[in-house]
């Protein structure tokens, strides 16, 4: 296995945790007290034990996460932010959708990252005790929740 190419992969796969964890906090905290700020509190909570097996993975085999990278994340999902939706000042039925559809990206791009590894390092025996398909699964099941509650939020957004 090139390890230096797996370690540059799970770099940018961590940086857009690093963006999408803050992308789920902020959209929390702005339905809070609602089953969607409940299910993006869990989802939170679940990318972030996600990344935590990335960097574990990381080290492994012998790297080191790049913070330029997850600071380059955390930057863009900041300027996001200043995305004009219908509403300047307050949060609008838009903004969730776009932020759902985001989300949901991201989950694909999880279920990308968990299913390439489980095909690439499931047999290396640096990785013994990592269930790659346990990830993908979740992902997957996390990527397919966002969608019904995306597709609930245009409903809203649109009528």
Request: charged residues 25%.
């Amino acid at each position: 296995m090139n390890d230096t190419r797996l370690i540059i992969y799970l770099n940018d796969h961590l940086a857009l945790m690093v963006g999408e964890i803050e992308l789920a906090d902020r959209c929390e905290s702005s339905n809070r007290e609602t089953p969607l700020g409940e299910f993006l509190h869990r989802l939170g909570v679940e990318i972030e034990a996600q990344k935590s097996i990335v960097s574990d993975v990381i080290r492994r085999a012998g790297g080191s996460e790049s913070t330029i990278k997850k600071g380059a994340a955390w930057f863009a999902e900041k300027l996001g932010r200043f995305k004009l939706n219908d509403s300047v000042l307050t949060y609008s039925d838009l903004s969730r959708v776009i932020e759902l559809e985001a989300l949901s990206a991201a989950a694909q791009e999880r279920v990308a990252l968990w299913d390439t590894l489980n095909a690439v390092a499931a047999g290396d025996g640096r990785f013994t005790g990592i269930t790659f398909s346990f990830f993908r699964d979740q992902s997957q099941q996390q990527f397919e929740e966002l969608g019904s509650r995306r597709r609930y939020a245009a409903t809203q957004a649109f009528s």
